[in-house]
Structure formats: structure tokens, C-alpha cells
């Protein structure tokens, strides 16, 4: 399994991204997939996850700001990401779980097993 993430970048405060993960190698159905951020200094953090039937949860400081989507055709997971924050500042990684998810949303991060390279998000 691979995972890419690409799509971050720079962007003044108020400003949007969408981020993108390429999954490659997840040859089953229904895995929890996620993204995460970290910045230096801090443990790396949910930000929003989808479980195997399409349900979301968002931590409470991206709620009504970011959207998780997945095309499930092409196996890529987006992060739309608006009204951008200095505070939303950091890396992003996409993770992903080896098993099968239908109806529960995994939070923890040590669940996920499967894990990008990560892009980095600067609000200024």
C-alpha cells in the first residue's frame, strides 16, 4: 500500500487548498481512511476521517471549514480545506487502516496503518 498526498502549499489566512491522497495497493473494501496533522513540536493530530459506508468526523477546530471526500473510483481521499488559519498551519498526512471499517470511525492514530509522506500547509 502507498499513499501520496500532494496540494498543499502557502496561502494567506481566509484562503482554501484541497488536498489529495493517491491510494495505491488497497485492494480491499472499507478501510478507514484519514488525515492527520502534526506540527513541530506537537503530536500528530486527527483532522477529519471517513470509515468503509462514506461516515465523517471532524476534530472540533476544522468543523464547517474542511470537507473529507473520497472518489472511490479512482481511490483518492481529498481534504478541502477553507477559511484557512495561521493555527491550520502544519504537515498533513493521509493514513489509511488494513482492515475493514464499515460503521466504525477510527480517531486513534496508532490504528492506522498505513501512512503518507505528508505536505505541508502554511496560512500566513
Known amino acids: 500500500v502507498q499513499l501520496v498526498e500532494s496540494g498543499g502549499g502557502s496561502v494567506q489566512a481566509e484562503g482554501s487548498l484541497r488536498l489529495s491522497c493517491v491510494a495505491s495497493?488497497?485492494?480491499?473494501?472499507?478501510?478507514?481512511m484519514g488525515w492527520f496533522r502534526q506540527q513541530p513540536g506537537k503530536e500528530r493530530e486527527l483532522v477529519a476521517t471517513m470509515e468503509g459506508y462514506g461516515r465523517t468526523l471532524y476534530v472540533d477546530s476544522v468543523e464547517g471549514r474542511f470537507t473529507i471526500s473520497k472518489d472511490y473510483a479512482a481511490k483518492i481521499l481529498y481534504l478541502q480545506t477553507n477559511s484557512l488559519k495561521p493555527e491550520d498551519t502544519a504537515m498533513y498526512y493521509c493514513?489509511?487502516?488494513?482492515?475493514?471499517?464499515?460503521?466504525?470511525?477510527?480517531?486513534?492514530?496508532?490504528?492506522?496503518?498505513?501512512w503518507g509522506q505528508g505536505t505541508q500547509v502554511t496560512v500566513s
Open positions: 493514513a489509511a487502516t488494513s482492515g475493514r471499517y464499515f460503521g466504525v470511525v477510527v480517531i486513534a492514530a496508532d490504528e492506522f496503518n498505513y
Open positions: 495497493g488497497i485492494t480491499y473494501k472499507g478501510p478507514c
